[in-house]
């Protein structure tokens, strides 16, 4: 087995990346020696790795599967856990716990000589919004979703709670955008000419006192695009203090001592409903439904007209 591969089965906390910066950096030894991540491994061979500070286990967390085959799972992510390791944030996300749940799957292709059994992320969720999210078991189907996403394959519904009425009952949102160069918060996007094409289609579900319910349809799948987007037209999604109000934002993560650095903050009211698709191997339709959490719904109650 190749080092690195043995070292992402004993290391699940960490990714895949970072295994291998902690080769390249000469921060893991073969035998005393510097070496390769390409390296392969005999009986009897040690591997001693340095750390900066102690790592910390997977935290053992609940993550429903919501469909599954040989190819590939749909899993329901809760709002307040990352889709993948990220900064200080370095377990307990969605990847991870994919991969421990299929550690003995991975362990027996590896040892087959094989690379084709490793669960990959197809898709992204930002860390408070909660929803659908799709991992590719193989690179076969890997390669196949990615493509499919890259065309608009990949078809998208979230439920969102935006604030203010929204005047029109439908509508289309064309504003290409990048990252906010101005913004201290480093993954902050925002409208730009010079940016990436977005397109989000929207429809008014019904409106509240003070708020407007809306299914929305990303047509691209640009970083944090329907926050973006609704924030850009003056709704932005119920919550979202990163669009609304960056220093207060940045005020209530100062205080935020969560473990995966997302439930400290205030929920945001944006779910990810469904995901449509051909499956890439099958060739057949395929459509992930996850009901809408139930603090969700409890604070969308909170806002109704009789509160």
């Not at 991870?96 to 969720?125: K, M, N, T, W």
């Not at 977005?198 to 929305?216: D, F, G, K």
Request: aromatic residues 6%; positive net charge.
């Amino acid at each position: 087995m190749r080092a690195e591969d043995y070292l992402a089965l004993e290391l699940p906390f960490l990714s895949r990346t970072r295994v291998r910066q902690k080769i390249q950096m000469g921060e893991s030894f073969l035998n005393g020696r510097r070496y390769a991540t390409s390296a392969r491994l005999r009986e009897g061979d040690l591997i001693s790795i340095l750390w900066r500070g102690t790592p910390a286990p997977t935290p053992p967390r609940d993550l429903p599967i919501l469909y599954e085959d040989e190819h590939l799972a749909a899993f329901d992510k809760p709002a307040g856990m990352t889709s993948h390791p990220v900064g200080r944030i370095q377990t307990g996300t969605v990847i991870q716990l994919a991969r421990l749940r299929y550690a003995d799957e991975i362990q027996a292709d590896l040892r087959r000589g094989r690379s084709e059994f490793y669960p990959c992320l197809v898709h992204r969720l930002d860390a408070r919004t909660s929803g659908v999210i799709l991992v590719a078991k193989t690179r076969t189907a890997l390669l196949a979703l990615q493509a499919m996403a890259a065309g608009g394959g990949l078809e998208k519904r979230y439920v969102a709670v935006v604030e203010g009425w929204l005047e029109r009952d439908a509508g289309r949102i064309d504003l290409a955008l990048g990252l906010d160069e101005g913004s201290a918060v480093r993954l902050r996007m925002r409208p730009r000419a010079d940016g990436k094409p977005a397109v989000t289609e929207y429809r008014v579900s019904r409106r509240l006192t003070r708020c407007t319910v809306v299914q929305a349809f990303p047509r691209t799948g640009r970083q944090h695009q329907v926050r973006v987007h609704f924030a850009a037209i003056g709704h932005p999604v119920w919550g979202d203090l990163l669009y609304k109000d960056e220093a207060l934002f940045l005020r209530a993560l100062a205080g935020d001592r969560e473990p995966n650095g997302g439930e400290g903050l205030p929920p945001h009211l944006l779910h990810a409903e469904s995901l449509a698709f051909t499956h890439p191997i099958s060739g057949r339709s395929v459509e992930v439904v996850s009901p809408v959490p139930r603090d969700f719904a409890e604070m969308l109650a909170s806002l109704s007209p009789t509160a």
